[in-house]
């Protein structure tokens, strides 16, 4: 039972980082068409962006998993 509510816990955790990338992206794309001479620096920082909230995605995943886990 506690494996499916951790299945659960990492599904929403995935979920919500590809929310949060493509919103990342769609506002990047909206940020360079108003001002296409910043789109290096825009892209830097999309990147950037998208890294930490990749990396706070795999966190969330491994503490669910680890819930699941049974005591040793």
């Known amino acids: 039972m506690i494996y499916g509510i951790a299945a659960i ?3 929403i955790a995935a979920l919500g980082a590809g929310i949060g990338i493509g919103q990342i992206g ?11 001479e910043a789109v290096g620096d825009i892209r830097t920082n999309m990147l950037i962006v998208a ?11 491994v ?3 680890l819930q699941a ?3 040793a």
């Open 9 to 11: 816990g990492a599904g």
């Open 26 to 36: 769609g506002k990047a794309m909206e940020a360079i068409a108003r001002q296409p």
């Open 51 to 61: 890294a930490l909230v990749e990396g706070a995605a795999l966190f969330a995943i």
């Open 63 to 65: 503490v669910a998993l």
């Open 69 to 71: 886990a049974p005591a």
